[in-house]
């Protein structure tokens, strides 16, 4: 009996990490450069997406942010001379292809 439901327990864990929506993250790349700090994957939970942040000043492309965000909102928002650009997507990986 316990190894019959040891077994669907560890079923149950494998459809659910299969099926839950993957994200890239990294806390910090600079433009040009790999990422500088935290590089990896985190596992969207309830509420969440993937997002990307980018900042452009005078034009170009300064750095960028990943991660998984509680009711992301896909925006823009511009202060002096920045330009934050927030999109949220919600396909495995999305965020690297942004």
Known sequence: MNKCVLGLFSLFCLIMA???LKCATCHLQITGERCRRDFG???AQKDE??????????????????????FCKTGKYAINRRVY???CCKSNYCNRLI
Do not use: E, G, P
């Open 18 to 20: 299969a099926a839950s």
């Open 41 to 43: 994957i985190c596992v």
């Open 49 to 70: 997406s993937c997002m990307v942040l980018k900042v452009v000043y005078n034009f170009s492309l300064v750095l960028s942010y990943m991660d998984c965000q509680k």
């Open 85 to 87: 650009r927030y999109t």
